[in-house]
């Protein structure tokens, strides 16, 4: 994937562990979905000496914005 895209997945509500790996490190994240509700995540690069990208929780606020600023990732066929 590239900068500022976004995907969205359907799941049943329940706890779930995310994870995401690259070049540079691996990162994972316990989010719990609730019924009704859109969960936002981000997978953010840190420039930092050792280089990381890092998951973390966004609020919907600012996950709507980030989704509005972005591009959906292509689907697969």
Same mark, same amino acid.
């Given at each position: ?9 359907? +799941?049943?509500?329940?706890? %779930? ?8 490190? *691996? ?5 719990? +979905? ?10 953010? %690069?840190?420039? +930092? ?10 609020? *919907?606020? *600012?996950?709507?914005? +980030? ?11």
């Amino acid at each position: 994937m590239t900068g500022n895209t976004w995907l969205r997945v359907d +799941l049943d509500p329940g706890p %779930y562990r995310m994870h995401a790996r690259s070049a540079y490190s *691996e990162s994972s994240l316990a989010v719990a +979905l609730s019924p009704g509700t859109l969960t936002f995540t981000q997978l953010q %690069y840190v420039d +930092l000496r050792p280089w990381s990208d890092v998951l973390s929780p966004v609020a *919907e606020s *600012e996950g709507r914005a +980030l989704v509005l600023a972005g591009k959906r990732v292509a689907q697969a066929p």
